[in-house]
């Protein structure tokens, strides 16, 4: 006798958010406030977050890459 086949089951579809390039600005404009007072821990949450809205994009990944450095010298 054949043995049933297992259902199939998929994996959770993880949210990916949809491209918008207007809002990762303002997350980004958001954060460099947040960077001139010294909150790099907040202002990589907000450029992550940009980052995912707005992929690639040069100016948001430098950003990030110096407010990851802010926090670790603090």
Do not use: F
Request: a positive charge; proline letters at 8%; aromatic letters at 2%.
């Amino acid at each position: 006798k054949l043995a049933k086949p297992k259902p199939v089951v998929k994996a959770p579809a993880t949210a990916v958010p949809k491209r918008d390039p207007v809002r990762a600005r303002q997350l980004r404009g958001s954060a460099l406030e947040y960077l001139s007072r010294g909150l790099a821990n907040r202002a990589v949450t907000l450029l992550e977050q940009a980052l995912r809205l707005d992929p690639g994009n040069s100016l948001i990944t430098r950003d990030l890459e110096r407010a990851r450095r802010l926090m670790t010298v603090r």
